[in-house]
């Protein structure tokens, strides 16, 4: 069964209105979570690596104050696109170490579209 | 960021042939990952490889962790429709959490 759950699956906003997604693992702790922004028949575009108590480190392009993480938990981290615009509309994937091992597990994805 | 080529960007196979695929770079990973992610949904693992030279199965599909530990294989043998889907694989350097993802192949399988 599914290790990550990543809520909600799809959603439709007006162009200006904030959207918050949730990613939580399931039945065990992520102190380290991973955001990542998918376009149409492309790979995955890593935004952000999510850290539990502390700060995410963004990666280069991506900013900040639009796409705010916050990791309160050991086992929710959110991703909330502000002001969404409708270049934001894509489909968004949150991820997570597994119990610190070296794999990782993916929710099943967000998509957004923003009119 | 790292990056990792896989080939072939594409295929269209016959139901029934094998099929293989590779992800290459040009460091050197400690762990290689190989996903399957169908439309709409988030990717799958498939297999997880962290040796050098492993040789590890799931069912009909197969995944080698190469020597020079800096490219990984795919093969999928007896393809079946519900094998259509793209492809990652993705790598982990020795330090850090973050995997550098391929940029995946596309299978379609006709009937």
């Known amino acids: 069964g599914a290790v990550v759950s990543q809520h909600p699956s799809w959603v439709i906003c007006k162009s200006g209105t904030s959207v918050k997604i949730e990613c939580r693992s399931l039945d065990f702790q992520a102190t380290t979570m991973f955001w990542y922004r998918q376009f149409p028949k492309q790979s995955l575009m890593l935004m952000a690596t999510?850290?539990?108590?502390?700060?995410?480190?963004?990666e280069q392009g991506v900013e900040k104050d639009k796409f705010l993480i916050n990791h309160a938990s050991l086992t929710l981290s959110t991703l909330t696109v502000t002001s969404a615009h409708p270049e934001d509309s894509s489909f968004y994937i949150c991820?997570?170490?597994?119990?610190?091992?070296?794999?990782?597990?993916f929710g099943a994805g967000t998509r957004l579209s923003v009119l | 960021g790292q990056q990792l080529n896989q080939s072939p960007q594409s295929m269209f196979i016959q139901e029934g042939e094998d099929v293989s695929m590779n992800c290459t770079s040009s460091s050197i990973f400690n762990t290689w990952l190989w996903y399957k992610q169908d439309p709409g949904e988030g990717p799958v693992l498939l297999i997880a490889l962290y040796k050098a030279g492993e040789l590890t199965s799931n069912g009909r599909l197969t995944a080698q962790f190469g020597i020079t530990r800096k490219d990984s294989f795919l093969n999928i043998s007896a393809s079946i429709p519900s094998d259509v889907g793209i492809y990652f694989c993705?790598?982990?350097?020795?330090?850090?959490?973050?995997?550098?993802f391929g940029t995946g192949t596309s299978l379609t399988v006709i009937p």
């Open positions: 991820s997570a170490n597994f119990r610190g091992r070296r794999i990782q597990y």
């Open positions: 999510s850290n539990e108590g502390s700060k995410a480190t963004y």
């Open positions: 993705a790598g982990q350097l020795g330090t850090g959490n973050q995997f550098y």
